[in-house]
T-cell receptor, first 116, second 114 residues
Framework: DGGITQSPKYLFRKEGQNVTLSCEQN?????MYWYRQDPGQGLRLIYY???????QKGDIAEGYSVSREKKESFPLTVTSAQKNPTAFYLC???????????????FGPGTRLTVL | GQQLNQSPQSMFIQEGEDVSMNCTSS?????WLWYKQDPGEGPVLLIA?????ELTSNGRLTAQFGITRKDSFLNISASIPSDVGIYFC??????????????FGKGTLLTVNP
């Protein structure tokens, strides 16, 4: 079964602790993305990576870090510097191509992070 | 930054009714996408639109790519209870080379009363 997996589904952490969210895809997609979703809001881009060992900041990268050591994996670390980390985090992946029709993003099931 | 204005924010309808929602922008997009998100889950791609004026159907869903490339609408016919969820529009725009950025609307919350 091809798809995107995120783990865990629910995560609780104490304030001041770093936490790492997992995202794995077996779709052989080149690009991977992390979004944050807050109630009543659209999705906001945190970081994205179009190729292994390279990644770029999105619109709200402060307080987050990522790595892309393998094509299929793109973990997100929520650091203690992130002032309001409680949110629903979504990972996505896509092909990369000069044609927009190959850049559709497909999403994982999400991780709900609650910082106490 | 770019913004997509999605309306309405929420809709309460009776089972069997038709639904229409739309997105507008001041920017031109290469592709319009419509996603549905069930509570606590990730968005699922419903329809993708690639050309201005394109009209595409997926079962009871129909979506159109506006002729100006700045808007799109989604219609759902004969709604059923499992249509409940949040519907997002998203515009895909080339940001240089093979880089494409996806911008999301804030979503339309659909409630269907049986």
């Amino acid at each position: 079964d091809g798809g995107i997996t995120q783990s865990p589904k629910y995560l609780f952490r104490k304030e001041g602790q770093n936490v790492t969210l997992s995202c794995e895809q077996n779709l052989n997609h080149d690009a991977m993305y992390w979004y944050r979703q807050d109630p009543g809001q659209g999705l906001r881009l945190i970081y994205y990576s179009q190729i292994v060992n390279d990644f770029q900041k999105g619109d709200i990268a402060e307080g987050y870090s990522v790595s892309r050591e393998k094509k299929e994996s793109f973990p997100l670390t929520v650091t203690s510097a992130q002032k309001n980390p409680t949110a629903f985090y979504l990972c996505a992946s896509s092909w990369t191509s000069g044609r927009s029709s190959y850049n559709e993003q497909f999403f994982g099931p999400g991780t709900r992070l609650t910082v106490l | 930054g770019q913004q997509l204005n999605q309306s309405p924010q929420s809709m309460f309808i009776q089972e069997g009714e038709d639904v229409s929602m739309n997105c507008t922008s001041s920017s031109i997009f290469n592709t319009w996408l419509w996603y549905k998100q069930d509570p606590g889950e990730g968005p699922v791609l419903l329809i993708a639109l690639y050309k201005a004026g394109e009209l595409t159907s997926n079962g009871r869903l129909t979506a159109q790519f506006g002729i100006t490339r700045k808007d799109s609408f989604l219609n759902i016919s004969a709604s059923i209870p499992s249509d409940v969820g949040i519907y997002f529009c998203a515009g895909l725009k080339n940001s240089g080379g093979s880089n494409y950025k996806l911008t999301f609307g804030k979503g339309t919350l659909l409630t269907v009363n049986p």
